[in-house]
Structures are given as C-alpha cells and as structure tokens.
C-alpha cells in the first residue's frame, strides 16, 4: 500500500495551493481518506477527513479556507488550499482508513490504516 502526496512548496501569504494523494493498493471507495500536518515541534494536527459517504469535516483553523475531495474512480484526493497563513507550514499527510472497520474518530492520526510520506507546505508572510 502507497499513499504518495504531492503538490507541496513555497507559496505567499494569501496565495493557494493544491495538494494531490494517489492511493496505491487500497480501493478508496472503500475508505475514509484524512489529512493532517505536522509542524516542526509540535504534535500532527488534524485538517480535513471525506469519508466514503463523501461527508466531510474541517478543523476550526483551517474552516472556509481548504477544501478536501475525493475522486474514487481515479483513486486520489485532493485539499485544496487558500488564503494561506504562515502558521498553515507544515508537511502534510494523507491518510485512509477502512470504512469497514468500527469506531471510526476522523480526527485522529492513529485512528487511520495508512498514511503517505507527506509533502512540505511553506507559507512565507
């Protein structure tokens, strides 16, 4: 199994970027996909989940701003990021779980099956 995330880099304050997850040896349809960030010294934080039913959560920081999605029949996912903020550097990470397992926390980087290698976000002010 790969999850592969790409579309970091450096970007302005204000500026947009979008991040890509391909999906490798899991059927996504079948998933919940997630991501979350980490920045340097601090604990992995929670951004955005689509589950399989395509409901979707935000954290509070990042509400209005990042749009998550997903496209099953290509196997990828996408969070779509605006106006950004210097506090929004970090890597960020994808990550899937099986949609078939119980007690589900959407929130919760250890609640996941998978999680890619990530792909640096730098927001200069």
């Known amino acids: 199994v790969q999850l592969q995330a790409s579309g970091g880099g450096l970007v302005q304050a204000g500026g947009s970027l979008r991040l890509s997850c391909a999906v490798l040896?899991?059927?996504?349809?079948?998933?919940?996909m997630a991501w979350f960030r980490q920045a340097p010294g601090k604990e992995p934080e929670f951004v955005a989940a689509?589950?399989?039913?395509?409901?979707?959560d935000y954290s509070d920081s990042v509400k209005g701003r990042f749009t998550i999605s997903r496209d099953d029949a290509k196997n990828t996912g996408t969070l779509q990021m605006s106006s950004l903020k210097p506090e929004d550097t970090a890597i960020y990470y994808c990550?899937?779980?099986?949609?078939?397992?119980?007690?589900?926390?959407?929130?919760?980087?250890?609640?996941?099956?998978?999680r890619g290698q990530g792909t640096q976000v730098t927001v200069s002010s």
């Open positions: 990550a899937t779980r099986n949609r078939f397992r119980v007690g589900y926390v959407y929130n919760n980087m250890g609640n996941y099956d998978y």
């Open positions: 689509v589950r399989f039913s395509t409901r979707t």
């Open positions: 040896g899991v059927t996504l349809s079948n998933s919940h």
